[in-house]
């Protein structure tokens, strides 16, 4: 899939990218201090799960600047899959340039090709400047007809 429509293009990684997709995730963890396994462990995963269906991984630009890694699975509400945004990662000196703008776009079309009837994001909520970037694209934390914010709960199962 490649997205053109302006001077910005996304297009769907193949199992080649793995180590350019893997680089930009792991500085995307860097730059807000969160746990990475490190290039060559993303690089090595990536590969295995991008030639699969369960993992797309799509980058803008050219060489890419931009990367944004869906998840789809099975659901039990809807006839199509779930769609999950895992991440959506732009580089710092090229913000502000509507990559991720592009790269969202690009993810809603997916899902919506896939079959999926919602795409779901998940955000730390104190990040305000992405809670906007999401709301400014139609996404909302409250359910229709709900007053009350969702919450996203995990717990290690190790």
């Keep these: 899939m490649v997205v053109t429509g302006h001077e910005r293009p ?5 199992a080649s990218d793995a180590a350019v997709a893997a680089e930009l995730l792991d ?4 730059e807000f201090d969160s746990p990475t396994p490190g290039t060559a462990a993303l690089t090595e ?3 295995e799960l991008i030639p699969g269906d369960q993992v797309v991984v799509l980058l803008a630009g050219e060489p890419a600047v931009g990367v944004a ?16 945004l895992d991440e959506l990662y732009v580089r710092p000196d090229r913000r502000g340039q509507r990559f991720g703008h592009f790269l969202l776009e ?5 899902a919506r090709e896939r079959g999926a009837e919602e795409l779901e994001i998940n955000v730390d909520g104190d990040d305000i400047d992405t809670r906007r970037f999401y ?3 139609g996404f909302t934390n409250t359910e229709p007809g ?9 717990r290690a199962v190790t």
């Design 146 to 154: 709900a007053t009350e914010p969702m919450f996203y709960y995990y």
């Design 10 to 14: 996304v297009r769907q990684a193949v």
């Design 69 to 84: 890694v869906l998840s789809f699975r099975p659901n039990v509400w809807h006839k199509g899959p779930s769609a999950l």
């Design 135 to 137: 709301e400014s694209h």
């Design 27 to 30: 500085a995307f963890n860097r």
């Design 45 to 47: 995963r990536l590969r």
């Design 106 to 110: 690009a993810a809603c079309r997916l």
